[in-house]
């Protein structure tokens, strides 16, 4: 009796164990089914941008683009209300019931860096950043219906003009740069290996060099995703890894904070030691592939400095450029022999009175890129963009032409609320290769997922499956020298090519001019009635409003603003497949033993 009592408890356990697998099969099936219509609805909104491209120098687009665009801070909206408490709650103005912010579900808005916005009325001068906006307009319309999914949907071109959808304001103002920005990058670049190296001798001291290097190094590490693996060196005298680390880490974002206040702390002293820095840094590289920690695509060893090399092999015997530039090929040629990464070079002399021949050259005989950085470079974005601009060539066609993209969940920053984003590159691809544009973007909140799955947006878990989609696909990087030539023109002027080209194949690298220059707009927006007013003039609104109040935002002395953030699920699916588990083991075990005494 009691076998059958012992067979009929483990058959229910397994029974049970069973359903909780097919249970849990489910609800990963319901969730990957969520994932891929955002994936869907990201790669036909890149598609309406695409097709919005093609027409941005008609003259319709040009001249009805003029006084018809929404600034993000200085214009009133036409068909604005205040947020309801169950859509969002933007805590600066109230509790979301009595007051709350304005937004506008008919219209996008344009947000615009202050560094490129330097015309009158906050336009921008550069026919690029115009023609951006312009063109990206064109696509409103289906902004605005494909917005009724409720899913917030965005432009961010390579020229650092961003649309969005619903239209509000932002708190402030000319600091965004969707350049800068994770989704952004991950969709331009995919999975990479990513190696700061960055020079801390005594001479980084001088014309602020030290602080320029810093917002470089912590504008590259900010931009970086889960899909992507990172270290920093620095050098001088020798070089070693900042962190205590021994090898690349996955950038999530408590990484990516712990290397960003490391990077704050750094400071200058010694001579300059380039040899010890590649060495370092390809150690850093051999040891994370050989423990499999690897992101397994492409990677970039981003290298800043002002100087000439003072220390190391072959100094005092004019064989110290040599030395390194061996050592680099030589570790290059290992990695891509070994296990099939790519490697490629960026150096970036940092400052108008760095010296650019030993950086220089060092890109050009290793098939990398070099910039020259100006000393107070007004889009230190742009100049640091390199390294995504080369591996988004390689997202435009073939097998990666639906590259999608996923971020990290983070914490919406108006909302309160976990959520995530999915992007993808937009290209112009008349031309060959594809003419990289920026990227679009859906973001969704948590909510849904977390509640099918019973996880928390933050879990471990939840981490995990975002890693996988992100890392599905890396780019194949594939540029004749011309091209590769092309690229360092586009990034540094005719200074920073290797003359393995000339700009007659430019094609496809560097944009074309649009032929009437003259027809581009010189005001960009509909109405600039909020200019110069503080946030809380211009956004808060009483519930039910449609326009800025005076009583608002509302001011609640000893009480919490409520905001729309979810209050934490408990994960107990681990819990019970655990206990569950463990019966198993104790059944079958106890069996065994009770065999055996029969037996004996």
Not at 238 to 253: E, K, N, P, W
Not at 309 to 336: F, H, K, M, S
Not at 413 to 431: E, F, L, N
Request: hydrophobic letters at 35%; proline letters at 4%.
């Amino acid at each position: 009796m009691i076998y059958k009592n012992l067979l009929s408890v483990l058959f229910s356990t397994a029974s049970l164990l069973i359903f909780c697998s097919a249970s849990s099969l489910d609800r990963e099936n319901e969730v990957k089914l969520i994932m891929q219509r955002m994936e869907y609805d990201v790669l036909a909104f890149r598609d309406e941008m695409e097709r919005a491209y093609t027409a941005r120098c008609d003259t319709p687009t040009l001249t009805e683009c003029s006084e018809n665009n929404f600034n993000d801070c200085s214009s009133t909206y036409p068909n604005q209300q205040c947020m309801k408490a169950d859509e969002l709650v933007v805590s600066s103005c109230g509790d979301g019931e009595s007051c709350n912010g304005l937004w506008d579900k008919t219209q996008s808005t344009v947000r615009i860096p202050a560094n490129l916005a330097q015309a009158m009325q906050d336009n921008p001068s550069d026919p690029e950043v115009v023609e951006s906006v312009c063109y990206s307009r064109l696509a409103e319309e289906y902004m605005v219906e494909k917005y009724n999914n409720g899913n917030q949907m965005y432009f961010g071109s390579s020229t650092g003009t961003f649309r969005i959808i619903p239209a509000r304001h932002s708190k402030v103002c000319g600091v965004y740069d969707p350049r800068r920005r994770p989704w952004f990058v991950a969709a331009s670049s995919g999975p990479k290996d990513v190696v700061l190296v960055i020079d801390v001798s005594g001479s980084m001291d001088d014309f602020g060099r030290m602080g320029l290097a810093k917002e470089a190094a912590i504008t590259i590490v900010d931009t970086l995703t889960v899909a992507d693996r990172v270290a920093i060196v620095t050098f001088s005298d020798g070089a070693s890894q900042v962190g205590g680390y021994s090898g690349l880490i996955r950038a999530t974002s408590e990484n990516k904070d712990t290397l960003i206040q490391a990077i704050k702390g750094l400071q200058a002293n010694g001579s300059t030691n380039f040899y010890d820095a590649f060495n370092t840094a390809f150690n850093a590289l051999d040891q994370t592939i050989r423990s499999e920690s690897t992101s397994g695509c492409n990677i970039a060893v981003l290298f800043m400095t002002d100087g000439k090399i003072t220390e190391g092999p072959g100094v005092g015997e004019g064989t110290a450029e040599d030395a390194v530039t061996n050592l680099v090929n030589e570790r290059t040629e290992q990695l891509a022999t070994n296990f099939n990464q790519k490697t490629t070079i960026f150096t970036f002399s940092l400052g108008q009175q760095a010296d650019h021949t030993v950086t220089k050259r060092l890109a050009c005989s290793t098939n990398g890129i070099w910039t020259p950085v100006d000393d107070f470079s007004d889009d230190l974005v742009a100049a640091m963009s390199s390294y995504y601009k080369l591996y988004a060539l390689g997202l435009g066609e073939g097998s990666n032409k639906d590259f999608t993209a996923w971020v990290e969940p983070y914490r919406f920053h108006t909302a309160g609320k976990m959520g995530t984003s999915v992007s993808t590159p937009v290209y112009d691809r008349s031309v060959s290769p594809p003419l990289f544009l920026g990227a679009v973007a859906v973001d969704t909140y948590m909510d849904a997922i977390e509640e099918i799955l019973g996880e928390d947006a933050s879990s471990s878990t939840m981490l995990d499956r975002f890693v996988v989609l992100s890392t599905a696909r890396c780019p194949k990087i594939e540029l004749t020298e011309c091209e590769l030539d092309a690229l360092r023109f586009f990034g540094g002027g005719e200074e920073a090519t290797c003359g393995a080209c000339n700009t007659t194949g430019y094609v496809g690298i560097v944009p074309e001019k649009c032929p009437f220059q003259s027809d581009l707009p010189n005001n960009l927006w509909d109405n600039t009635d909020m200019e110069g007013k503080r946030y809380e003039d211009r956004a808060c609104c009483e519930s039910g409003g449609i326009v800025p109040s005076d009583s608002c935002p509302a001011t609640l002395s000893n009480s919490k603003l409520t905001t729309s953030e979810e209050t934490e699920e408990t994960d107990n699916t681990g819990l019970i497949v655990g206990i569950t588990a463990a019966a198993v083991i104790f059944v079958l075990a106890l069996l065994i033993f009770l065999w055996k005494k029969k037996s004996s």
